[in-house]
């Protein structure tokens, strides 16, 4: 089975900017989604297909996706954007979907 | 916008089957551009997909959930459900039904509130 490997935390300063994680083999050929949860939330997709925003993301949110590994970054971080945040692909051997562990993503 | 709501028992015992309707507003279930996925997450823990059901009535699964899951559509009312058998404390969790885009980029756009399943013995 496909794995995605995310680092567990990532602290940032308010204003500063985030540069989430995703390892995984060859995963620059496959699509990456993120998605951002908040407790007692469900999730929601923030970037899809690598580097798309959905309708109401703001443009601080981007995606970048190369090699073994896919990116997430949010520019200018601000309190509201803490969050656990999942990276996602859909392996096509067995056509379901792979979530990577999620990082918490921590405003200091 | 679509919405889509759990629906379903709380609390079930161990050794016995969970069953849960996920219930979509907004839109029809009746399409070939969806999937209709469950997706489960253990207290604290990350999330998991489980699998989906297509408009035709087929399905597929995460492997290491085949043998103990089942999904169904029902058109009449909008509906998809999952049946797990057999559960354990390990299959106590939030339960999300989320609607997936088949058209090329398989992600998770439209999700349910989720629901907390606990297993009990």
């Known amino acids: 089975s496909y794995v995605l490997s995310q680092p567990p935390s990532m602290p940032v300063p308010p204003g500063q900017t985030a540069t989430l994680t995703c390892a995984g083999d060859n995963v620059g050929r496959a699509s990456v989604h993120w998605y951002q949860q908040k407790p007692g939330q469900a999730p929601v997709l923030v970037i899809y297909?690598?580097?798309h925003r959905p309708s109401g993301i703001p443009e601080r949110f981007s995606g970048s996706n190369s090699g073994n590994a896919a990116a997430l970054t949010i520019s200018r971080v601000e309190a509201g954007d803490e969050a656990d945040y999942y990276c996602q692909v859909w392996e096509t051997a067995t056509d379901h979907a792979v979530f990577g562990g999620g990082t918490k993503l921590t405003v200091l | 916008q679509e919405q889509l709501q759990e629906s379903g028992p709380r609390l079930v015992k161990a050794s016995e089957t969970l069953s849960l309707t996920c219930t979509v507003s907004?839109?029809?279930?009746?399409?070939?551009?969806?999937?209709w996925s469950w997706i489960r997450q253990p207290p604290g823990k990350g999330l998991e997909g489980i699998g989906y059901?297509?408009?035709?009535?087929?399905?597929k699964f995460n492997p290491s959930l085949q043998n103990r899951v089942n999904m169904s559509m029902d058109t009449s009312t909008n509906s998809f459900s999952l049946k797990l058998s057999s559960v354990t404390a390990a299959d106590t969790a939030v339960y999300y039904c989320?609607?997936?885009?088949?058209?090329?980029?398989?992600?998770?756009?439209?999700w349910g509130p989720g629901t907390l399943v606990t297993v009990s013995s």
């Open positions: 297909g690598d580097s």
């Open positions: 059901v297509y408009f035709s009535g087929s399905t």
């Open positions: 989320a609607r997936v885009s088949s058209l090329g980029m398989y992600y998770f756009d439209y």
């Open positions: 907004g839109g029809s279930i009746n399409t070939g551009s969806f999937y």
